[in-house]
């Protein structure tokens, strides 16, 4: 310990002895030189001292990988000895910036153009502002370390450094007790400490004396000036100190520090806040002396020249670089704050007011499209220079405006649209410079010392830029090189860790090296093989993927959106990656299994990003072949499983499910069209269907939190690739529904909400199968379709409804089972009787109309080859539609009685093969009369009574065991409905003339029941409330006497033309009861009509005479007739019949009719 200390009293004693020497030193220098050593070359010994002082600088003189040895120094001579012999132009390119200003004078005599270029350029770089930024810029790096290391800008040491600013900024302001703390002696020092403290103190105290005797005499010098002014108006000379304040905080805080220059402060009349600004203020300036050079003490050798303070940190790259660029730039640290509100406000507080807080700038729209222009403008000036350098041959040149131009990609202020149109002109502006340097080589000129030589560009994105510039011309040049220039160009790029900096260079180099990636198997040929540009590819890949992540972290939290979005912009970028490998035309499924794809599949999972790992896998899908992906499915899928839980997993299975489906479906699938190891294009070893359905159900599993209508998805791309790669296997179908239906039980699901995500998604599941097969049949054949069916809510339920029913009636699906139609009914079970959890809403009666008229059309489809087969499909399904309510079965009801009433002629069409057919015909009308009975129950009226008259008909031509009895049945049932239910005259009349119509096609009565019956109707008819109706019925009645039928006469018409006369008759008997004349007048037309019809059929009780009569009655009630629509109709229909009697009585002859005597 005591040797340490006299060791160390030496060194301070020889320091002082140098200080008191160093003046004869200097002047004794040259007589000592000139007589201690000989007379050497000039030029020799400048060498030894350019070669020493590199090999003695922080040049890197070679490539070395982690752990290997340092260079000696030796060995670092040696190699600058043999650059500088072999290469002037290479030696200053490499280690120019490592040298002085006057080691240049050895280069000098060279003529060479590029050695003369790097001559001109270092004596630019040492002389102007470009040295004194890059120095700045090694000296903030410095200054972060020493700032961080704590030492040399502590308190006390700044105070050493410079006394008299720290007594008036500080110093003054310290209480007694402050400065007994800041000069206490540390009581378990010895005595050499306490000595070398008492001396670093006196050299302290004879530092502040220098400071102020120097401040005195500025004083005194700038007063002697100013002795012609008033003395009053005179102002307090500005010291450095003063110069440095106002350089800072402007004239009010000078004003304020001239109020009390010769008097210290107390802490009662200066708050706390404004200390601590002048705490602040006096370590800024200490921080400027050191970045200005002016710490006499510190040796700035050791970071001027020092290489490793070039690496700034690249997050901090750009305010950096503004910061240098500023004229007057100013370090700001944070101050605590203090609310001193018991104290009034001075003129310190007013100016701190002014101050404006630093805020970063937000570029909007126009300030990017500025930006943009600005930028653009530079690279077109530079491009034109440039290329102006390459005509003239100027190469040197040439790099340096393309570097300049290069320089405007290191922005960060540029979104990454306007980045993007950046980046494309710079590019396009490079390719000149690539065929220049093509050109150059097929002259001779040597790439490799290019190579080299930009690699000694100043920034390292202009750098890199050139760098795979040159590199590609290298590639192209030197083939054998190929595998280890691509290695190297893909790792220089890790030196741009700025995220859209760094994406858009290696997509340049990407870009550049598309069409020389090697591309071959085998061999150990030189140039590499498939395998280096697999590596090189991915190791680009994985960079770039790096960057793109890093890119969310970027900034404050509040901009996280607008990042994503760039994010999304950027992601091409990345992916291009990938679309580069599946180029590699030697990439056999061998090599994606075992190289490309464990690769990617890394890559993706580790980086932990949703959105990198979603549009990655999906980039996966895309760009490489089906057969690729058949062959790794499960590898993809278990990653699929491993990915973040914000990543949309259903749609990357869904992609790949779609795009596997797709190729299934193609001819030219593995294997070859009608291979036999090829089952709709997918090969019969790769169980796709059963790989997908447990990766997939590993996934539900992994992912718990995984949304049920994300889960719905999933089994319908699954069922999708069931129906497009295995059309026959229904099972597979069915398994995929009997999952969904486990799924939703461990899940508690109840009732799925019409219209909800999940509902929505399930529905689409159901509708597949219903599309794909075009047949119900099939769908019935799927188990668990209609346990699925329940999870739906009534809405839900009903609308699968209406569709399955519209997929029957477009494909024409006939339903031949009686238990296929119980199966069908019970789906559409909505449409056809009320549900327990139907709203209790009335619905719009135009829809109800339309749904219960597809059920009706439903029912045509019900249909059998056997007629007994058809009898109980038609039983089953009235059994389904009565309990429809009274407001379906007159929709749903019809169709089964006109169904039946069609089985009844199929019965009789088969007599002779079937001997029970008129008990079954029987069986069928009494099944029709019960259902008809229930529409009459409902309180239908005209619905019941057409269908009895229909049924009666249908009797009356089938003719089995007592049709005649159940066709009277039909008949009077008819007739009850007519008297019972039917009220409204219309009505009535359209019923009775209905009635009317019927019987007389009938042909089936015996005289004792026909006669009842046109007894009934012509009853019926005259007893019609209103005149004008029973008019009409009785002459409507007159035809049943004329052409009606029945056993007695053979099935011929009756013909009783005095029965017929009789009807017409009394019509114009009630005719002329009416009291409305034009009424009276239509009706006397309408009969007419009727007399005439009998007249030309024949019968001799209608005569001429009775014409005339009519027609004469007709003209004379015609003209007491007002003008109206209704006259003009009625006269228009008289003309229409008297221009039919005209014409018959021109073909009276041929028709053997005589209408003599007529008069019209």
């Known amino acids: ?343 009034s406000e001075d003129e310190l507080d007013a100016y701190m007011r002014t101050l404006k807080p630093m805020t970063p700038a937000i570029t909007g729209m126009e300030e990017q499209e500025k930006l943009l222009e600005d930028a653009i403008g530079v690279v077109k000036v530079q491009a034109f220079q440039m290329k102006h350098c390459l005509d003239k041959a100027k190469l040197m040149d040439a790099l340096k405006h393309a570097s300049t131009m290069l320089g405007e990609l290191r922005t960060s202020l540029l979104s990454p649209k306007s980045y993007y149109e950046l980046y494309m002109a710079i590019t396009d502006e490079l390719r000149h410079l690539e065929l220049y340097l093509l050109d150059e080589f097929q002259k001779g000129r040597k790439v490799t010392d290019l190579y080299e030589l930009v690699q000694y560009v100043g920034n390292i994105v202009p750098r890199l830029y050139l760098l795979i510039t040159v590199g590609l011309v290298y590639i192209k040049t030197t083939p054998g090189l190929k595998r280890d220039l691509l290695r190297d160009l893909v ?245 995929v529904l009997f999952t969904t239906v486990q799924i939703f039980q461990k899940q508690n699901v109840d009732k799925l909400e019409y219209n909800s995500a999940v509902s929505r998604e399930l529905v689409r599941l159901m509708k597949i199968p219903v599309d794909n097969y075009k047949n119900i049949l099939t769908v019935l054949k799927l188990e668990h379709y209609a346990p699925l069916l329940d999870y739906f809510d009534y809405e839900g339920r009903k609308s699968l409804a209406i569709y399955i029913i519209t997929n029957i009636l477009e494909n024409e699906t006939l339903i031949p089972m009686q238990e296929q139609v119980d199966a069908v009914l019970s789906m559409v079970a909505p449409l056809v009787q009320d549900q327990p959890d139907q709203p209790n809403i009335e619905e719009d009666p135009e829809d109800f109309a339309e749904e219960q008229g597809l059920l009706g059309r439903l029912i045509h489809h019900f249909k059998s080859e056997t007629p007994d087969q058809q009898y109980m499909i038609l039983s089953a399904a009235r059994k389904h539609f009565s309990a429809g309510g009274n407001k379906r079965i007159k929709y749903t009801l019809p169709p089964i009685i006109f169904q039946s009433y069609q089985l009844a002629f199929t019965y009789k069409a088969l007599k002779d093969q079937d001997e029970m057919w008129q008990k079954k015909c029987q069986k069928i009308f009494q099944f029709c009369h019960t259902t008809i009975t229930a529409l009459m129950k409902a309180e239908l009226a005209e619905l019941p009574l057409r269908l009895f008259l229909q049924g009666a008909i249908a009797i009356g031509e089938i003719r089995f065991d007592n049709f005649e009895m159940v066709a009277y049945e039909f008949m009077s049932q008819a007739f009850s409905i007519y008297e019972d239910e039917i009220s409204d005259s219309k009505a009535q009349l359209a019923a009775i003339t209905l009635i009317i119509a019927t019987f007389e096609q009938m042909s089936c009565f015996g005289e004792e029941n026909a006669e009842p019956v046109r007894n009934q109707c012509a009853l019926y008819a005259s007893k019609l409330l209103r005149k004008p109706d029973q008019c009409r019925g009785v002459a409507t009645c007159s035809h049943i006497f004329w052409s009606g039928k029945s056993l007695a006469t053979g099935g011929k018409e009756m013909q009783e033309g005095g029965k017929v006369l009789d009807c017409l008759k009394k019509g114009i008997r009630i005719a002329s009861q009416c009291m409305d004349t034009s009424v009276q007048v239509q009706l006397y037309v309408e009969l007419l009509n009727h007399y005439i019809y009998f007249y030309e059929k024949g019968n001799t009780a209608v005569t001429v005479q009775i014409l005339n009569q009519v027609i004469a009655k007709i003209r004379e009630e015609l003209p007491n007739l007002e003008a109206s629509e209704e006259t003009d109709q009625i006269q228009k229909h008289l003309a229409n019949t008297l221009e039919h009697l005209r014409n018959r009585m021109e073909s009276a002859d041929s028709d053997g009719l005589s209408y003599q005597g007529l008069v019209l």
């Open 1 to 343: 310990m005591k040797e340490a200390e006299e060791s160390q009293i030496e060194r301070n004693m020889i320091v002082e002895m140098k200080e008191d020497i160093s003046c004869n030193e200097n002047e004794n220098s040259t007589k000592k030189q000139s007589t201690d050593f000989p007379i050497v070359d000039a030029k020799y010994t400048l060498e030894e001292e350019i070669l020493n002082h590199v090999a003695n600088s922080k040049a890197i003189f070679k490539s070395q990988q982690k752990g290997e040895p340092e260079l000696t120094y030796k060995e670092k001579r040696a190699t600058a000895e043999n650059l500088l012999k072999k290469n002037h132009c290479l030696f200053l390119s490499k280690f120019g910036h490592y040298l002085k200003v006057e080691h240049l004078e050895y280069f000098s005599k060279s003529e060479d153009y590029e050695t003369v270029y790097h001559i001109n350029r270092l004596q630019r770089y040492f002389n102007n502002s470009t040295r004194r930024i890059d120095v700045r810029n090694k000296r903030y790096e410095a200054l972060k370390v020493l700032i961080e290391k704590g030492e040399y800008f502590s308190e006390c040491e700044m105070m050493k450094r410079n006394p008299l600013l720290y007594e008036h900024l500080v110093g003054q302001y310290l209480t007694e007790e402050q400065k007994k703390t800041r000069d206490a002696i540390d009581t378990r020092a010895n005595y050499i400490d306490i000595l070398m403290e008492t001396v670093e103190r006196d050299k302290l105290q004879k530092r502040l004396e220098s400071q102020k005797e120097e401040e005195n005499e500025v004083r005194e010098e700038n007063d002697s000036d100013d002795d012609d002014e008033d003395d009053n108006s005179r102002e307090i000379s500005e010291t450095n100190f003063n110069k440095q304040l106002n350089s800072h905080w402007g004239e009010n805080l000078n004003k304020i520090i001239d109020k009390g220059k010769h008097k210290k402060l107390s802490n009662n009349i200066i708050s706390n806040q404004e200390i601590q600004l002048l705490r602040q203020e006096f370590i800024t300036n200490m921080y400027e002396s050191f970045l200005d050079g002016k710490d006499r003490d510190f040796d700035y050798s050791t970071v001027d020249d020092n290489e490793a303070y070039d690496n700034v940190e690249l997050k901090n790259q750009d305010e950096e670089e503004k910061y240098f660029d500023s004229e007057d730039p100013a370090i700001v640290l944070p101050l605590n704050e203090y609310n001193d509100q018991n104290e």
């Open 491 to 735: 790792e220089m790029c890790r030196g741009v860790q700025h995220p859209l900096r760094g994406l858009f260079l290696r997509n340049y180099l990407l870009q550049c090296t598309r069409n020389i990636l090697p591309d071959v198997t085998e061999g150990d040929d030189e140039d590499g093989t498939v395998r280096d540009s697999i590596d090189f590819v991915l190791m680009n890949f994985a960079e770039m993927n790096k960057l793109w992540v890093r890119m969310q972290h970027q900034g404050h939290s509040r901009d996280r959106e607008r990042r994503e979005r760039e994010r999304e912009e950027l992601r091409i970028l990345v992916g291009t990656n990938l679309v580069r490998l599946s180029q590699l035309e030697s990439v056999t499924l061998d090599k994606y299994k075992k190289l490309v794809l464990p690769g990617i599949l890394e890559q993706v999972v580790s980086c932990r990003d949703a959105i990198a790992q979603e549009y990655l896998m999906e980039c996966i899908i895309q760009v490489f072949p089906d057969e690729f992906h058949l062959q790794t499915l499960n590898a993809f899928l278990k990653s699929c499983a491993e990915l973040q839980n914000g990543v949309n997993v259903k749609n990357i299975i869904i992609s790949l499910i779609d795009r596997l489906a797709a190729f299934s479906q193609r001819s030219d699938g593995v294997g070859g069209p009608g291979s036999p190891n090829q089952v709709s294009g997918i090969p019969q070893d790769v169980k796709l269907f059963d790989v997908f359905s447990d990766q997939i159900a590993i996934i539900i599993q992994t992912r718990q939190d995984m949304p049920p209508e994300d889960i719905v998805s999933l089994q319908v791309a699954l069922i999708n690739l069931a129906h497009k790669c295995y059309p026959d296997r229904v099972d597979y179908v069915d398994k």
